[in-house]
């Protein structure tokens, strides 16, 4: 029988060091020799122009920069479910940066997610949309990044448990779910439509946020825009699950991205209000085309309602009495910018248009509640002011709860508690107590909370 047990022993390893070797040899990349970093020069200042404006629509500084760092240094914890994994240097530096890559290594890293030496990179860098990015757009990324000022700095190590901090593992993942060149390009579309799906699933990767992931981290297939995570916030439905009160169409889609904010639907905030920020130097045809691709994803025609009617169902009175405190805080420190209809910056929209509050998900309410909404830079932006410091979380759940049932749908939502707590420690905005809006005058004025 021991006999027998070593013979089976030797096949078990046998098995594995074939598997090894096979995983191995089908996930080892070559390395792409280094180059003297190119001199910034030689590049032509218009496809350098050109590389700007990608740059801004990929969001490559939201997460290639963090406060305090140099412009595309790195070094930005991106959590994922398998631990942290930090954004690379991808300055011109010749040592810490990317500054010895070519084109082509450059290009391989946006297409297949391998760098320069033949290691494959985590999916936290959005390759599975970048791969769809056309060779002539990533050289005039490339050009844009080499001309950018060298910062010699190096990112923290990971910090991902084993075994998802062995990178020939990712090689599996990507024959899993990395599929290039598929982007819908549609005969019977228009131009802009075709231009708004090529930005959308490539470049501007919404659906990394706005479209849920399984167990290994990938999108889900079957479930494009169908709601996301990102950062303690909520990525709303975009397809035909979207709880937005009022249908989105081009010309909202594109009011919201080109300036943060409409009448219908109010204004981004957290990971959303960085997305439409980097999007304010981006070609107007361009945010156009997204709202163009973007309305056709989103609801069916037989769900619009228009705006009024909302607002009219909703002030049917609807307060219930076991409400009462909830009812009590919003008259208070609500109703006097949601229903005065006050101009901008002071004047919030009813609170039947928000999404935040007809959505299962309260994460984003709470997170606006306490933090507030700040004023995009160089816009008129509307300004809220935050409640974290004047609403304890007893008051903060009996808000919620009204706030809820009189503007929302059921069901109700449950464990808020939880909610408000993870909300409070995961809150970055300063906790300085809010102003009195009584004292800030309806006018164009504008500056911070
Ligand atoms: C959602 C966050 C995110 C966005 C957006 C993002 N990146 Fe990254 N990127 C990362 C992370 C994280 C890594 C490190 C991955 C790893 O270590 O495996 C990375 C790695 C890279 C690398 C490899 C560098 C190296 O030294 O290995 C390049 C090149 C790169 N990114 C370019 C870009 C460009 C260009 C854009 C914009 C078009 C961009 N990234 C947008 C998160 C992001
Ligand atoms: C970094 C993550 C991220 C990316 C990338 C992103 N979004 Fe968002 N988006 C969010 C979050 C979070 C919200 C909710 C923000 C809020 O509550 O104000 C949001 C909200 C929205 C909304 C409002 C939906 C509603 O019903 O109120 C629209 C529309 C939208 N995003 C479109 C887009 C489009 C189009 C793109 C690509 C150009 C995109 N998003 C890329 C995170 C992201
Ligand atoms: C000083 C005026 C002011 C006060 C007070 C105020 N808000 Fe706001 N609120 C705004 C403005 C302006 C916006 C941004 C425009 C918009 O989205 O409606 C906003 C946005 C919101 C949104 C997002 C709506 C959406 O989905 O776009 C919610 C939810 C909200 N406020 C709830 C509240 C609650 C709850 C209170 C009371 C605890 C409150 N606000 C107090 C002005 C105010």
Redesign the pocket.
Known sequence: MAGQSRIVASVVVLALVVGAAASFAASWRPSIAAIAPPRPDTFDPAIVKQGRDLAA?G?CN?CHTVRGGGNYAGGLPVPTPFGTVFSSNITPDGETGIGRWSEEAFVRAMRSGVDRDGRHLYPTFPYDHFTNVSEADDRALYAFLMTREPVHASPPKNELSFPFNYRPLIAGWKLLYLRSADVRSDATKSAEWDRGAY??EGL???G???TPRNALGAERANAQFAG?E??N??????NDA???PVR?DVDA?YA??RHGWHSD???????????VSN?ASVADSDVRA??VY?ADI?AAPERARPADTVVAQSSQGDAPQAHTAGAAIYVAACASCHESKRPLPYGGVNLAL???IA?PDPR?LV??VLSGVGAVEGERSPIMPGFAASIDDAQMVALLNYLRARFGKPPAWTDLEQTVRDARATQTVSLAAPPDPRDSPDSNQRGKP
């Open positions: 629509i969001n939201s930005l959308v501007a990767h919404c990394s946020c706005h996301g990102v950062d916030w909520h990525a709303y439905a975009l979207s709880h937005a989105w889609l919201y991205l639907h109010g204004t981004a905030r957290g990971p959303m209000a960085e997305v999007l997204i709202a973007m989103s928000s999404t935040a959505s984003n997170n606006i």
